[in-house]
C-alpha cells in the first residue's frame, strides 16, 4: 500500500488544468491530513460558512445604503424647502 496521499492538487502557478499528485505522507484511507474527505468536507463547511456570512453583510450593508440614500433625499427635500422658505423671506422683506 502506498504511502503517498491519492489526492489530485492544481499544480501552483500553471494553468489551471494541470494538477498532480500530493506528496503528503497518509494520514487516513490512502488520504494525506489536508486531503482527507473529513478534512475536506470540514473545510467546505468553513467555506460555506464564510461564505454565508459575506452575503449577509452585503445585504446588511445595501440595506444600509439604502437607507442612507432615503436620508440623503430627505434631507435634501428638507434643504430645498428651507432655501425656498429664505428666498421667499428675503423677497418679502424687499417688498416692504
Ligand atoms: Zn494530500
Redesign the pocket.
Known sequence: MSKQ?K?E?QEKGMSFLRTRR?K?KVYKDG??A??HPDTVAKREERKEDRHTKARQTSRDMFELIKKLQNRIQDLEEENKTIREENFQLKNSRTQF
Do not use: D, K
Request: glycine share 0%; net charge positive; with cysteine.
Open positions: 496521499c489526492a492538487v500530493c503528503r488520504y494525506c489536508l486531503h
